[in-house]
């Protein structure tokens, strides 16, 4: 690692989750247009991977992450579910409004993934191509589904998952904050929690560096791992910006 380009992160812990976050330009950029949201107080993280080129990408990303870090405390997991939602859709509002106010085609738009934990149930939000994964009873489930040109035609039955991996066309995303869509809709999982579930949650920088069963064994390996799974992927030479926040659900209430 480069030491003009330090590796960002935090780890923190509530009496309910232990969670982890990293982010790095990469092994090949000099700037980083993602950011994170590690709030184990409130049972809220996320990651957002900005686009757009000019640093238009770090703006909206920057954006989306700063008004996530600002839900207040206190609210029960259905307001909370509503907050976010809320705050991403302003987010997609105001991108769209300063793009617009730019001109020249400007684009500020950004990726987002969320994870919301509160009784004892998650909520999954996303938009876009970054993901979220859940580790449970040794078992890595992809939880969110790429908004991509490329996962359409694999959905599609055009290419296979292999060949979408190395596809060209691997960074055109179908869905974003601040994307040309004038409603933004945001795909949503769910589910119960359970003690030892280990969430990841990351930029394509990491997802397609990083094979799945590296993924798995360093998520598994360490209940702060987003430090170690930064570092793989810059190992590997990762030509994008990577972002990881991993969340281990403790015992306990939650």
């Given at each position: 690692?480069?030491?003009?380009?330090?590796?960002?992160?935090?780890?923190?812990?509530?009496?309910?989750?232990?969670?982890?976050?990293?982010?790095?330009?990469?092994?090949?950029?000099?700037?980083?247009?993602?950011?994170?949201?590690?709030?184990?107080?409130?049972?809220?993280?996320?990651?957002?991977?900005?686009?757009?080129?000019?640093?238009?990408?770090?703006?909206a990303a920057s954006l989306v992450a700063d008004t996530l870090r600002a839900v207040p405390t206190g609210l029960t997991s259905a307001q909370l579910l509503a907050e976010t939602r809320l705050r991403i859709a302003a987010a997609h509002r105001r991108l769209q409004e300063e793009a617009l106010r730019r001109g020249n085609n400007d684009i500020l738009a950004t990726t987002?993934?969320?994870?919301?934990?509160?009784?004892?149930?998650?909520?999954?939000?996303?938009?876009?191509?970054?993901?979220?994964?859940?580790?449970?009873?040794?078992?890595?489930?992809?939880?969110?589904?790429?908004?991509?040109?490329?996962?359409?035609?694999?959905?599609?039955?055009?290419?296979?998952?292999?060949?979408?991996?190395?596809?060209?066309?691997?960074?055109?995303?179908?869905?974003?904050?601040?994307?040309?869509?004038?409603?933004?809709?945001?795909?949503?999982?769910?589910?119960?929690?359970?003690?030892?579930?280990?969430?990841?949650?990351?930029?394509?920088?990491?997802?397609?560096?990083?094979?799945?069963?590296?993924?798995?064994?360093?998520?598994?390996?360490?209940?702060?791992?987003?430090?170690?799974?930064?570092?793989?992927?810059?190992?590997?030479?990762?030509?994008?910006?990577?972002?990881?926040?991993?969340?281990?659900?403790?015992?306990?209430?939650?």
């Open positions: 690692m480069s030491p003009a380009q330090p590796l960002t992160q935090s780890v923190l812990s509530t009496g309910s989750f232990r969670s982890s976050a990293a982010t790095h330009p990469g092994a090949v950029r000099d700037h980083n247009e993602d950011s994170f949201v590690n709030r184990p107080d409130l049972g809220l993280w996320a990651v957002a991977d900005g686009a757009g080129g000019h640093q238009s990408g770090e703006v987002v993934v969320a994870l919301l934990a509160r009784g004892d149930h998650y909520a999954c939000l996303w938009a876009g191509d970054s993901r979220a994964y859940l580790l449970r009873g040794g078992a890595l489930i992809q939880l969110s589904h790429d908004h991509s040109f490329v996962q359409e035609l694999v959905d599609a039955g055009e290419i296979t998952p292999a060949e979408a991996a190395r596809d060209l066309r691997a960074n055109i995303i179908t869905r974003a904050v601040g994307g040309r869509e004038e409603t933004l809709t945001l795909d949503k999982a769910t589910n119960r929690l359970h003690a030892g579930d280990r969430f990841l949650l990351c930029s394509d920088g990491v997802s397609k560096t990083l094979a799945e069963d590296e993924i798995h064994r360093l998520l598994a390996a360490d209940d702060a791992a987003a430090a170690n799974l930064i570092e793989a992927a810059l190992a590997a030479q990762a030509d994008d910006n990577v972002t990881a926040v991993t969340i281990e659900v403790l015992g306990g209430t939650y």
